[in-house]
């Protein structure tokens, strides 16, 4: 009898013979020491000793079990190379790095902004009154030490207006 003309019942039968077919086949591979085909064949062959199958319809009914544990297998295949290919440590690696550069990048900037404000509260003018400390030329480099409070003159060496101080 083809696929094309089973009646309501038999294939209501061949959907339960599927799954006992499935069940029984997983028990045996649980236990480890078959393949998948030899225990679809066993499996097969214990449903058909209970008499409620045949042979051949357990033979037949296998499979289809095994054409479509077949496609599965093809896409958890199809799913670990996906997997793999995302995991890929070279592409890891990359992502970490990349990371890592923009948040350098980012703490670089942040740290430059702040060195460019303290330079700033750094920075004096002649004519400005300071207190005592060390004034250094920003052109020329040239140092004055300033030992008390005074009015900044320009630099003794190149007449330039703007220092950095230090203490």
């Given at each position: 009898?083809?696929?094309?003309?089973r009646t309501?019942e038999?294939?209501?039968?061949?959907?339960g013979l599927?799954?006992?077919?499935a069940a029984?086949?997983a028990e045996i591979?649980?236990?480890g020491?078959?393949?998948?085909d030899?225990?679809l064949?066993k499996?097969?062959?214990?449903i058909?000793?209970?008499g409620?199958?045949?042979?051949?319809?357990?033979?037949?009914?296998g499979?289809?079990?095994?054409?479509?544990l077949?496609?599965?297998?093809?896409?958890?295949?199809?799913a670990r190379d996906?997997?793999?290919?995302?995991v890929?440590?070279r592409?890891?690696?990359a992502?970490?790095?990349s990371g890592?550069?923009?948040?350098?990048?980012?703490?670089?900037?942040l740290l430059?902004?702040l060195?460019?404000?303290?330079?700033?509260?750094?920075e004096?003018?002649?004519g400005e009154?300071t207190s005592?400390?060390t004034?250094?030329c920003?052109?020329?480099g040239?140092e004055m030490?300033?030992k008390?409070t005074?009015?900044i003159?320009?630099?003794?060496?190149?007449?330039k207006t703007?220092?950095r101080k230090?203490?």
């Open positions: 009898m083809t696929d094309e003309k309501p038999e294939e209501h039968e061949d959907v599927y799954q006992k077919l029984r086949a591979l649980e236990d020491r078959k393949t998948l030899e225990a064949k499996a097969g062959e214990e058909a000793a209970g409620e199958y045949t042979r051949e319809q357990a033979e037949r009914i499979e289809f079990l095994r054409r479509d077949s496609a599965v297998g093809k896409k958890a295949q199809q996906s997997v793999l290919e995302a890929e440590p592409r890891v690696v992502g970490m790095q890592l550069s923009r948040l350098l990048t980012s703490a670089a900037d430059n902004e060195a460019e404000k303290s330079e700033q509260g750094l004096f003018k002649t009154v005592p400390g004034l250094t920003k052109d020329c040239k030490h300033l008390s005074a009015r003159p320009p630099c003794p060496h190149c007449h703007l220092f230090s203490y």
